[in-house]
């Protein structure tokens, strides 16, 4: 049986560090943002939040602070979620996604692996 991608963009591997928040919660679950594109992400962590659970995801590249706004689309015990973007918190940070993705998508890969 044959593969078909049904990802509408190309996902990027990385390792940065990144809080997750339920956008009803207070609390923050810390986790590692493993790959990502324009049109989600996938985040490490070992307990999840529930499909379906409305988030707002922070983290940090090259000094400049991203926060995006999500929903989990899969939730898996003990690995982690993955997570379609709703739309950015502000303007700036849908240009700051897109710079990340350049960067991965131009083989910096070892800068984005470093940062905190």
């Known amino acids: 049986m044959d593969f078909i991608e049904r990802r ?6 990385c390792e940065v560090s990144v809080e997750v928040r339920a956008a ?5 679950c ?5 790959d990502i594109c ?6 490490s962590l070992v307990s999840p939040l529930p499909a379906g659970t409305s988030v707002q995801l922070s983290f940090q590249v ?5 926060v995006l706004a999500g929903k989990t689309v899969t939730s898996l015990p003990g690995s982690g979620m993955g997570i379609e973007f709703t739309g950015p918190a502000d303007g700036d940070d849908n240009s ?6 350049h960067l991965l998508e131009t083989g910096v890969a070892d800068e984005v692996r470093m940062l905190k």
């Open 62 to 66: 090259q000094e400049a602070a991203t």
């Open 24 to 28: 009803d919660e207070q609390s923050v």
């Open 8 to 13: 509408k963009h190309v996902r990027y591997r």
């Open 96 to 101: 700051r996604l897109r710079a990340l993705i």
């Open 38 to 43: 324009l049109g989600g992400c996938y985040v």
């Open 30 to 34: 810390q986790g590692v943002l493993a």
